[in-house]
């Protein structure tokens, strides 16, 4: 099964480009030399504040008086002793400890962004630690980028083999901030603001757009995507930190510092918009490989982009699709332990697939699953074995398709982000479901089984969420209450209300020529809910995988013999007895060479059918690989069925 490119086809119109510039932000200029160290000066990010509250309408620039200055400050040995950099900085806002080396230092270090080694260790009023590595940032100069997660009095250690610059410390206040602060998975499979402030203000919901080239494109192509995104209400913009060729990002084994503080600007100005960066370091594993060939390049590569984009609203993506690089497990495992070390705030940190990413997901340092396939299958069956987040990267031109993939998407529990360039349609679709899923406690929906003519997600007796592909009649079991019933066109918005009172809902659509979305709401109870309700407003289920061989309903009828890399196998499995459940039922077959490492990949979904398991299963043959059956019922029950099988080339 092949999924499809997140670097191809989707929802926006497509832009011009011209060369970008340069910074827009002041540096302190240079002072004497003093103790052979250096000398330190206060530079804040930008005069809007960074990180703007969650919104009902479309996100937009706020503005606070913090100055554009930049005070330098000559700070001898005893640092602490002096006027504090960041001193007065908004809580969750980035501003900057610079460092100068000079006389023996400079001397010792002629390529600092190779050799010096400076981390920085800030602990809060409550006396919590966050780590921050230190970046070079051209000639001499290290810089330390810290955003406080809290108010109030802090301190700070230097850590490096530096001499002149180990082991000083120092303090300043952060000021208060109304910023909701970063993003953090949250209730299993949703996401929630650190510096909630409340039942209404805690939830986050991701609507991503994909644009790999947004730090590459001219200023004014940049802000033009930037401002349209924003108006669509998207809150998440992907794209590239390395590029290829002259457009790598590097020069040799040295940054390209032009092109990093334009990405800087970039990555500031599309959270002052209320979007969150989501940052892929290399699209593929081979340009990353060429371009850091050792694990020692690869971890200061890390620590170059941790130290200048953790102190920002960002996700990682160490790799743009890892299925597509022989070894490509271990490189993600390495790149994103890196991350998990490095990044003091803990940003959410995943790998692209063209499929599914979970498969990585016992490694320990991702947050959530992205997927890049339409199949529903894949989806509905991973989200009941994985309690994190999911992203699915949807890349449609035809906006009808776009529509029918996002909502299936959204039944299936996970989070959309649209790829590419195509129709304004397909557009003003994704906002209508950013307007929709915002009016509801989207953070309290799980996939919903009750359901005949479509499908759901639902926070039980509150409100219930069905998608009607194919329009006809629809059966809701639902708690006995009276409900608001709402017919939602999802091309546009337009609304049907009624109401409903009972325990089984059914209903048709107001008419039969397009998809449509029914929305179930208990009287009155949504409101109060969200004045006092916690963000965890109930047990999210979490059931057992049947695995018993005597309680799955079906068997593996085929293969009936080895498998061959590259040649197609038939594949079906036989229903053992029929039932309500068993006539409904989604399938995903997943193939695994156990003593390769490299985690198991999709082969196939549906109950029959053929699949070419693909060459990078294993990399010595004859091996044994494990074939998985799962299927889910209408019930929502997970089954799993395994077979061995000889793989051979």
């Not at 832009?15 to 302190?28: I, Q």
């Not at 320990?364 to 991973?382: C, F, K, L, Q, R």
């Not at 965890?536 to 995988?545: A, F, L, N, T």
Request: include cysteine; charge should be negative.
């Amino acid at each position: 099964m092949k999924g499809t490119d997140v670097m191809n086809a989707g929802c926006f119109s497509a832009r011009t480009t011209r060369e970008a510039g340069g910074r827009d932000w002041a540096v302190g200029g240079r002072g004497r030399k003093l103790a052979a160290l250096a000398l330190f000066s206060i530079r804040p990010e930008r005069s809007e504040v960074p990180f703007p509250t969650p919104h009902s309408q479309p996100p937009t620039p706020f503005f606070s008086p913090i100055l554009r200055v930049s005070a330098l400050i000559v700070l001898p040995l005893a640092i602490h002793a002096q006027p504090a950099p960041c001193d007065n900085i908004p809580a969750w806002s980035p501003c900057e400890l610079v460092f100068e080396l000079t006389g023996p230092a400079a001397a010792a270090h002629p390529n600092p962004y190779a050799t010096v080694d400076l981390r920085v260790d800030f602990r809060s009023p409550e006396f919590r630690s966050t780590s921050v590595p230190g970046y070079w940032d051209g000639g001499h100069r290290m810089v330390v980028r810290f955003a406080p997660p809290k108010s109030g009095q802090w301190e700070y250690r230097l850590t490096s083999n530096v001499a002149d610059l180990d082991g000083k410390t120092g303090t300043f206040t952060a000021a208060d901030s109304e910023s909701l602060g970063f993003i953090q998975a949250a209730n299993l499979h949703h996401w929630a603001w650190i510096a909630h402030t409340g039942p209404l203000t805690e939830a986050h919901l991701w609507m991503g757009a994909a644009e790999p080239r947004f730090g590459f494109v001219d200023d004014a192509s940049f802000r033009a995507l930037a401002d349209e995104r924003a108006a669509e209400k998207f809150t998440h913009v992907r794209g590239l930190v390395l590029g290829e060729g002259n457009q790598s990002g590097f020069s040799g084994d040295v940054p390209d510092l032009a092109h990093f503080e334009r990405l800087d600007q970039r990555v500031r100005y599309l959270n002052q918009k209320g979007i969150v960066a989501d940052l892929t370091i290399a699209a593929t594993a081979a340009a990353l490989v060429k371009l850091f060939p050792t694990p020692a390049a690869r971890r200061r590569l890390i620590a170059f982009l941790v130290g200048r984009y953790a102190a920002m609203n960002v996700t990682w993506e160490p790799l743009g699709a890892f299925e597509d690089y022989p070894g490509s497990r271990p490189l993600a495992k390495e790149l994103g332990g890196y991350l998990k070390e490095m990044d003091g705030y803990h940003h959410p940190r995943t790998a692209g697939a063209h499929v599914t990413s979970a498969p990585l997901l016992d490694d320990g340092w991702m947050d959530y699953a992205s997927y890049g396939t339409p199949d529903v299958a894949v989806g509905a069956i991973e989200h009941q074995l994985y309690q994190v987040p999911a992203v699915n990267h949807l890349a449609e031109a035809d906006a009808a398709v776009l529509r029918h993939r996002l909502w299936e998407a959204t039944m299936n529990g996970q989070y959309p982000e649209c790829a590419g360039a195509g129709a304004p349609a397909a557009a003003k679709a994704m906002t209508v479901w950013f307007d929709f899923m915002n009016a509801t406690r989207h953070w309290d929906l799980e996939p919903y089984f009750d359901v005949d003519g479509g499908r759901a997600m639902a926070r039980p007796g509150v409100e219930y969420v069905v998608y009607i592909e194919k329009p006809g009649p629809v059966e809701l079991t639902v708690e006995h209450h009276g409900y608001d019933v709402f017919w939602v066109d999802p091309s546009d918005g337009a609304t049907t209300r009624a109401k409903y009172s009972g325990e089984h809902f059914t209903g048709e659509p107001p008419d039969r020529f397009h998809d449509w979305v029914l929305h179930v709401v208990r009287e009155g109870t949504l409101a109060s809910m969200n004045k006092s309700y916690k963000f965890e407003s109930w047990d999210v289920p979490v059931q057992e995988i049947v695995i018993n061989p005597e309680k799955i309903p079906y068997d593996i009828e085929r293969p009936a013999g080895d498998l061959a890399v590259g040649k197609p196998a038939d594949f079906s499995a036989k229903l053992k007895r029929q039932t309500r459940g068993t006539r409904s039922m989604l399938w995903m077959w997943t193939g695994e060479v156990t003593s390769e490492g490299e985690g198991y990949r999709v082969l196939a979904t549906g109950q029959q059918g053929s699949f070419t398991p693909p060459a990078g299963l294993a990399t010595s043959f004859p091996t044994d690989i494990l074939l998985k059956v799962y299927g889910i019922n209408g019930y929502g029950t997970v089954y799993m069925l395994a077979k061995g099988y000889s793989l051979k080339q």
